[in-house]
């Protein structure tokens, strides 16, 4: 159960209610959506993953896109973002729990993982493989992005913001990142 409430769009006014109407007529509200939806500024800060994930799309590709998501979300044991993530997997026709990963990609989780395990201490030999397929500018966009799904993982583990109901057919297939337990 959320430790916040998730807003209805009947409860809302002022600039809530503008965004609420305009996600409702998209068909895209989501438990997330209605979390931040408790303070207008909050929610647009947050909308700007779109904006991000648009870009790291048109630089490296939906499908490595979705995996470098899915590893960041999985390594940071956001449930959420995970089976968001593991949905959008099994749709590009991937067994998310029997990934194969070519070099690229495997250098793209690799940062992914090392950013939430770790980011003051990202590796020079990461850097060195991503440099093989990625331009400062590319590279750029690929961090930043990491930096708005963690934040969003955050927001959801945090404020433990309920699973969507299309989601709850595969909350099964949610496995938590147990490298935290070396740590406490």
């Known amino acids: ?4 409430h998730l807003t209805e769009q009947n409860e809302v006014t002022g600039a809530e209610k503008v965004r609420y109407d305009e996600l ?33 799309v048109e630089v490296i590709g939906e499908k490595d896109a979705v995996l470098y998501a899915h590893a960041i979300s999985t390594t940071n044991s956001c449930q959420l973002c995970s089976l968001f993530f593991i949905s ?30 770790n980011p003051t201490d990202v590796s020079d030999e990461i850097f060195e493989k991503l440099h093989k397929y990625f331009s400062d500018k590319e590279i750029v966009v690929i ?19 309920d699973v969507d109901q299309r989601l709850l057919p595969i909350l099964h297939e949610f496995k938590p990142a147990t490298w935290r337990d070396a740590i406490k």
């Open 1 to 4: 159960m959320a430790r916040i």
């Open 24 to 56: 409702a007529g998209r068909n895209a509200v989501t438990n997330m959506k209605k979390g931040l939806l408790n303070d207008a500024a909050t929610y647009d800060a947050y909308m700007g993953w779109y904006t991000s994930w648009n870009r790291l």
């Open 88 to 117: 959008d997997v099994k749709g590009l026709g991937l067994d998310p729990h029997n990934l194969v990963y070519d070099d690229r990609e495997q250098v793209l989780v690799s940062l992914a993982q090392s950013i939430v395990k």
């Open 143 to 161: 961090v930043g992005f990491a930096g708005q799904m963690i934040a969003t993982n955050n927001f959801n583990s945090v404020l433990k913001i």
